[in-house]
Nanobody
């Protein structure tokens, strides 16, 4: 059974940092592409980062490049999202997700999508002064 459990969210001032964690069970990091998406109130899901197992490559959306860093820990079967220089527009619930396929879904224009519904309960990130 695939399970993903996120943690690490919180309240931070603009320019601050947070590190999100996601503990995985039911599969290993070598099985499927995995990443993060976020959802702000009243808005749709927005893929933020994705690691492709087949390409050994990490994809980011433009708005977080240079600020967010995705990482994996195979020994702990966990993934992380280091978020630096946080901005007000980063406020959202963040979800760790996988589509249970080796590749990331990259949309025209460079967006990222997670389509098959395997994600956790999310963790709230609030950026506010």
């Amino acid at each position: 059974q695939v399970q993903l459990v996120e943690s690490g969210g919180g309240l931070v001032q603009p320019g601050g940092s947070l590190r999100l964690s996601c503990a995985l069970s039911g599969f290993t990091l070598d099985d499927y592409a995995i990443g993060w998406f976020r959802q702000a109130p009243g808005k749709g899901r927005e893929g933020v980062a994705c690691f492709s197992v087949s390409e050994s490559a990490t994809y980011y959306i433009d708005s977080v490049k240079g600020r967010f860093t995705f990482s994996r820990d195979n020994a702990r079967n966990a993934v992380y999202l280091q978020m630096n220089d946080l901005k007000l527009e980063d406020t959202a619930s963040y979800f760790c997700a996988t589509d249970r396929v080796p590749d990331c879904t990259i949309l025209p224009g460079g967006g990222l999508a997670f389509l098959r519904g395997y994600w956790g309960q999310g963790t709230q990130v609030t950026v506010s002064s």
